[in-house]
């Protein structure tokens, strides 16, 4: 699947009646997040690892194991070792490949996000009538994440009973100023009818 210019992007999205106040895109310069400060070190401790028991089983590094090769061994340490070389750099290239491929639409009813994967479209909305919380966190350079129903949260989460993640606007460039527009928003469609 192609991806679509940002005028394109929403075209077979829009509801009858709706327009668009605001497009945009991720910041692909910013790519390390929260998480990452624990996904890094715990990928290079495992890939590491993982790399070393590799070599020994290709018999390039010698640890002292003799005979011949397993290649259960030698398949599954290279599956442990992609592992741990997407948690060191793959998760940061298909982040980037990502946020090329998004786009956020404001729009005079909704928040709009659609994805473009290699071969399907995946969109999300919240309306503005229906959100009881907008929730911002903003980096010091003017980049944020904007959640819109909850608080914003990582895209990777980690444990038990993690309630899915709400449509969130990911590193936005201004996003405090892009948080005033959808305040204002909201407050167009939810003011009574006459005032």
Not at 6 to 27: C, H, K, R, V, Y
Not at 75 to 103: C, D, E, P, S
Not at 111 to 134: F, K, Q
Request: with cysteine.
């Amino acid at each position: 699947m192609t991806t679509p210019s940002l005028d394109d992007a929403f075209s077979a999205e829009l509801m009858p009646g709706e327009t668009i106040e605001w497009t945009g895109q991720p910041n692909s310069s910013a790519f390390f997040h929260r998480e990452d400060w624990f996904a890094i070190p715990f990928g290079i401790v495992w890939g590491g690892g993982s790399l070393i028991f590799l070599l020994s089983a290709l018999r390039l590094v010698d640890i002292g194991e003799k005979g011949p090769r397993n290649p259960v061994e030698i398949a599954m340490t290279a599956l442990f070792t992609a592992v741990g070389q997407y948690l060191i750099w793959g998760r940061i290239v298909h982040r980037r490949w990502k946020k090329r491929r998004t786009f956020y639409a404001l729009t005079n009813r909704r928040a709009l996000i659609v994805e473009y994967g290699l071969r399907r479209r995946i969109s999300s909305s919240a309306l503005w009538d229906g959100l009881t919380l907008i929730h911002k966190r903003v980096h010091h350079s003017g980049i944020g994440s904007i959640c819109f129903g909850g608080p914003v949260t990582e895209e990777w989460t980690f444990g038990k009973n993690n309630a899915p993640r709400h449509p969130t606007f990911d590193d936005v460039d201004n996003a405090d100023m892009l948080y005033q527009t959808i305040l204002r928003l909201q407050h167009h469609v939810r003011r009574p009818v006459g005032s």
